[in-house]
């Protein structure tokens, strides 16, 4: 079970995850901790605890061979833990182990994009890297969302704490079956977490403030119907025709819940939206009302 209430509503839903697919890509001297919190999840699974597999990569073409690999077997059941445990740059993405080359975070989205949509939007993703909550500056509202529930720190993080913490949160969650509570108190209390109903709801509120509101809404408006006339030969149009004009666009373009229904299927891979549009819009009077 996974819940979120950072928008003000409630959401929870179940979450299927059957396994841990762990990458590395470090050299030998940083592989200490990571051989120790595997160990660690070994003796977890032997008691019950998920399945682990251990993938080291050491080359970009190794890399995205894996991820396709694992996005066929998710296809045939595999529900994974992805914990891609390697170094983070800020402006170059993913590290491989030898440094010289990286998978910048605009390459690294449509992979797991696919990833999750063959999980069915059930891919939790744990990015224990440096800056990888970069990567969500990249996620698009027309795109399928890279992960349902994704893990990173938003700047640098020590190897102390992902030792600490890491084999904490996969005992929590194996002892409790709560995901969200599990990684708050662990690896939460050093990056961030993003839930993919939460992220849906507040792109959806960038979306209709920008271009449903205010300025945005006025250009798309008088853009629309600059066109609207000349598809019907109107060079000079009247000011009757000019105002059935404005309405007919303005309701055209007015947000209902018909919006959400236009995103929801492809960014939430198949998931209903946990949220209607009169959550949205309460969302939006409020935030308006607090502005001011």
Known sequence: ????SG????????????????????????????????????????IGGFPITEQPVESREEFFSVLANLTS????????????????????????????????????????????????????????LC????????VSLGATVPAYFFGAPRAKISVGVLEEETFNFYQKNHQTSALTKSFETTLGKYMESINCQGLFFQALRHY????CRGKGFKDRKEQLLTKLMLEH?????TKEQLQYGRAQIKDFLSPTQSLIDHFAPKFLAGRQAGFSYDDLDQAIKIGTVYKK
């Not at 396994?19 to 160990?39: A, C, Q, Y």
């Not at 800056?131 to 990249?138: A, D, Q, S, V």
């Not at 030969?233 to 149009?237: A, D, V």
């Open 131 to 138: 800056y990888g909550l970069h990567l969500y500056k990249h």
């Open 208 to 211: 209709i403030l920008k271009y």
């Open 73 to 128: 077997q998710a296809s045939s059941g595999v529900r994974p833990i992805l914990h891609l445990d390697m170094h983070g740059n800020e402006s170059h993405g993913l590290a491989i182990a030898s440094g010289k080359e990286f998978i910048s975070w605009q390459e690294a989205l449509p992979t797991l994009s696919r990833l999750n949509l063959a999980t069915g939007n059930n891919l939790v993703c744990i990015l224990a």
């Open 7 to 46: 928008t003000g509503i409630k959401i929870a839903e179940t979450l299927k995850v059957n396994s841990i697919f762990w990458i590395h890509s470090l050299v030998e001297e940083e592989m200490g901790p990571t051989r120790r919190i595997l160990d660690d999840l070994g003796n977890l699974s032997a």
């Open 1 to 4: 079970m996974i819940t979120h």
């Open 233 to 237: 030969g109107i060079e000079k149009p």
